[in-house]
């Protein structure tokens, strides 16, 4: 086998860990919109780090850090409801980091990998820095799963029990913005949320504890991923929409198979 595809299946691997226990949480929190505006964001940092002369990932995980953290700010300070400060947010970060892109003068820039992702690309160094960023993700994750619980049942007696909600919503939304940095180049700024929001969605129609939902939701992943790799090497189509529409596809199945089961 090819050494790219190894390390494509590898890369694939390490994002469909840590998008299992990270997306079950974004389904129970409905927080999908908020995924969807770091991933536009992150075309921001893209077209910093090429005005700036510094790494892309670097200056991804910058920006989608700062987005972050402002909108931890701006949920309190202000009145509007949270769809709609997702929504002004989301789209206006995309629309500057487009204009940004297309203002850098001589910039030669793969856009259609930057939106759409561009897996088979993706080096060793990429895919090292995947799992080392996952794994740290996965142990925080593991670390606050019971005050993550909590929050996510019931915010007010999660406080009233001593969580310290404010900083576990924190890491929570830190941590949504270091994997999306990373998985960027997997599936892309406009399909990274698909990644953590389905195959989370497909192991809810399984799982009886929340437990066993972020495992089953990692094992959909990265079936997701090995079909749609398989895909992209046999039909010759993109590696990160075919990733997303297999994901789409094991959750049909799951539709289906839920409703035969009644």
């Not at 007010?156 to 941590?175: C, F, H, I, P, R």
Request: hydrophobic share 60%.
């Amino acid at each position: 086998m090819a050494d790219f595809l190894i390390l494509a299946l590898l890369a694939g691997t390490g994002v469909a860990l840590i998008t299992g226990p990270l997306g079950a949480f974004v389904v129970w929190r409905r927080m999908a919109y908020f995924g969807d505006t770091l991933a536009h964001s992150a075309l921001l940092g893209i077209s910093l780090s090429l005005w700036l002369s510094i790494s892309p990932s670097i200056a991804v995980t910058l920006v989608c850090l700062v987005i972050a953290s402002g909108l931890l700010v701006l949920q309190e300070r202000l009145t509007l409801a949270p769809d709609t400060l997702l929504g002004i947010l989301s789209h206006s970060s995309l629309a500057l980091g487009l204009i940004a892109v297309y203002l850098i003068p001589d910039a030669r820039i793969n856009l259609e990998g930057i939106l759409f992702g561009d897996l088979l690309t993706v080096s060793a160094a990429d895919t090292l820095t995947i799992w080392l960023v996952g794994l740290v993700v996965l142990g925080l994750t593991l670390w606050l799963w019971h005050p993550l619980l909590a929050i996510t049942v019931h915010q007010d007696l999660a406080q009233v029990e001593g969580v310290s909600v404010a900083a576990v919503k924190t890491v929570l939304m830190l941590s949504l913005a270091l994997v999306i940095a990373i998985t960027m180049k997997v599936v892309g700024v406009l399909l990274i949320t698909a990644l953590l929001v389905i195959p989370a969605a497909t192991a809810r129609h399984f799982a009886k504890t929340p437990e066993a939902m972020a495992v089953m939701g990692s094992v959909f992943g990265l079936l997701a991923v090995v079909c749609g790799l398989a895909a992209s090497w046999f039909m010759d189509t993109p590696a990160g929409p075919s990733i997303v529409l297999s994901a789409g596809l094991f959750f049909l199945l799951a539709q289906i198979a839920r409703g035969n089961a009644r």
